[in-house]
């Protein structure tokens, strides 16, 4: 695979170093069957009421796996809503770092649910503790960074918050080998900037520009246009840059999912491709990000998974 230096080996370097030190070594947690069956059904329900997408796609798993990346995703959500959505006088880096220390410990308390499901799956499938570290390291970095000059600085905060959790799941589906982790890289970088392209307008409305200023700098675009929410004809020029980019991550990230276990490359095909049909929704409705959000129907999922099944099958 060819790799971009600039933005890609820094990214590759972070990625080894966590998968080479950070393996935890027990194969199971010891807490109680039922505790465990509850702490999963938990975090089944949080992933359904939050993210219709991925609750599908990972429906296509072996059970095992299914619950354990939805244990994944329940604990990428909370670390999220913590800095996210916090509580009214919240300190939220102080609860960002109690939950970092409750999460990553080696047997958390059984009252917190997604902590226990998280633990038990992360141990069970030798998923490397130093990911979920940085996973939560990218996401305080919202606390902190709420703009971008160039696109290097924003693929290393996509890393932090989607090719880390791409990464954690290759481990609980199971993979080739270490070939596959700059595929797992480039596609959480892909994921990340279509939830960039698709949020514009929230995460301006939020105080975020994560759009590289270098970049909207180029097509004559400053943030006073962001606050004007108008579709331009520079700004579609700057969104058909940015899409035409996205989708060449995505094609290049692709031969990864072949490195996958044979149960997991469907569901994993899946999420990319339903993530990706997001783009084709934005310019179906000429690239406005500003007064609407871009989504695609269930409809339109449904629809497009007997192409990606044959897809991922070759």
């Given amino acids: 695979m060819v790799f971009d230096t600039a933005w890609e080996g820094p990214l590759l370097s972070m990625a080894h170093k966590a998968n080479h030190y950070g393996t935890v070594s027990p194969v199971t947690t010891n807490y109680d069957p039922h505790l465990l069956a509850f702490a999963y059904q938990y975090c089944d329900s949080l992933t359904a009421l939050h993210s219709r997408s991925f609750h599908l796609a990972s429906s296509l798993l072996p059970a095992d796996k299914r619950r ?57 499938y030798h998923v490397s503790q130093w990911y979920a570290e940085q996973l939560i390291d990218g996401v305080a970095q919202d606390l902190q960074q709420t703009r971008y000059q160039t696109f290097e600085e924003l693929a290393a905060y996509s890393y932090g918050v989607a090719s880390t959790v791409g990464l954690m799941s290759m481990h609980i589906i199971g993979f080739a080998g270490q070939q596959a982790i700059p595929y797992a890289i480039k596609l959480g970088v892909a994921l990340q900037i279509t939830n960039i392209l698709r949020d514009v307008g929230d995460d301006w409305r939020a105080g975020r520009v994560y759009l590289p200023a270098e970049e909207l700098a180029a097509f004559g675009l400053s943030e006073a246009d962001l606050a004007a929410g108008r579709v331009t004809p520079r700004w579609r020029e700057f969104m058909r840059f940015q899409i035409g980019r ?12 072949g490195m996958l276990n044979s149960d997991g490359r469907f569901a994993i095909a899946a999420a990319a491709g339903l993530y990706r049909a997001i783009l084709d929704d934005i310019e179906r409705h000429d690239y406005d990000v500003f007064s609407r959000r871009a989504h695609v129907s269930t409809w339109g999922k449904l629809a497009a998974l007997p192409g990606l099944w044959w897809r991922s099958r070759s």
């Fill in 68 to 124: 354990a990346v939805r244990a994944l995703y329940a604990f990428c959500r909370v670390t999220d809503d913590i800095v996210d959505r916090p509580q009214p006088g919240d300190d939220v880096l102080t609860t960002l770092m109690a939950w970092r220390q409750m999460a990553l410990q080696a047997t958390p308390s059984e009252e917190d649910l997604v902590a226990v499901a998280w633990t038990d799956a992360r141990t069970r």
């Fill in 246 to 257: 996205n989708r060449r991550l995505y094609e290049e990230a692709w031969p990864g999912i």
